[in-house]
């Protein structure tokens, strides 16, 4: 780590400080991310910090979201956890036509908690290193208008933009049918630059190849051109994290 790099994150732990929080239990690796979201901007990089801290402490008081509180959402089995990407990243698949706008938005945001922070949990090596990404494949195929949830799209990335930044290393849209195109185009004026600049839109054989070599055959589907099954979330356990 460069001098100019350590005296950013040395005025960002300051700046939380006069903010009247701490940095303590989290290292550099998580702080970073938070700084890089902020264009290393100490200042704006504490306040989002001190912001995820007290959304975490309120949000997720246990630390995460059980399976019991998103029981309906986890039942329509439309999240899939694979293995790690070639390049170490954990591999979350969605699938839309399995999914429908939903009645209870409080429980609705507790399962993209939920997801979220299971998925990332996926990448841990025994434990937490704080700079853990995730690959997100949504998969469009047969898509309905019944299930155009365009709120749920927006939530879903506000959620990772605000809460979990720089913990998306790519995310791949599969079949994109015509109708969805100018949902897609309304959805994107509610992303960050730095967000729309990790999504890519499979559109051809060429980008299909190119993403099923990024990803790596080991972990993606056979209908996405992989070797692997699909794993709904709530079948993979986590192996517990060292002391």
Request: some cysteine.
């Amino acid at each position: 780590m460069d001098q100019n790099h350590q005296l950013k994150l040395t005025q960002m732990k300051n700046c939380v400080q006069k903010l009247g929080s701490s940095t303590q239990t989290h290292g550099d690796a998580t702080l970073e991310r938070f700084l890089i979201a902020r264009s290393m901007d100490p200042d704006k990089a504490a306040k989002l910090f001190v912001s995820w801290q007290n959304w975490r402490a309120s949000f997720v008081p246990l630390g995460f979201i059980p399976d019991s509180e998103v029981g309906d959402q986890l039942e329509a089995e439309k999240i899939y956890l694979q293995g790690l990407s070639k390049d170490g990243h954990p591999v979350m698949i969605g699938k839309a036509c399995k999914h429908y706008p939903a009645k209870d938005q409080p429980q609705f945001k507790k399962f993209v908690v939920h997801v979220l922070d299971k998925v990332i949990a996926r990448g841990f090596k025994g434990k937490e290193i704080g700079n853990e990404k995730l690959i997100l494949v949504l998969d469009l195929d047969q898509i309905g208008y019944q299930n155009v949830d365009a709120r749920g799209f927006i939530t879903g990335f506000q959620f990772l933009q605000a809460y979990y930044p720089e913990r998306l290393k790519r995310c791949y849209i599969l079949n994109m049918p015509w109708f969805f195109v100018s949902v897609w185009r309304m959805i994107s004026t509610f992303l960050e630059q730095a967000t729309l600049d990790k999504i890519v839109i499979i559109s051809n054989d060429d980008e299909k190849k190119q993403f099923i070599r990024e990803v790596g055959e080991e972990v993606l589907p056979e209908e996405f051109g992989g070797q692997a099954r699909l794993v709904a979330l709530q079948d993979v356990v986590l192996p517990p994290l060292d002391d």
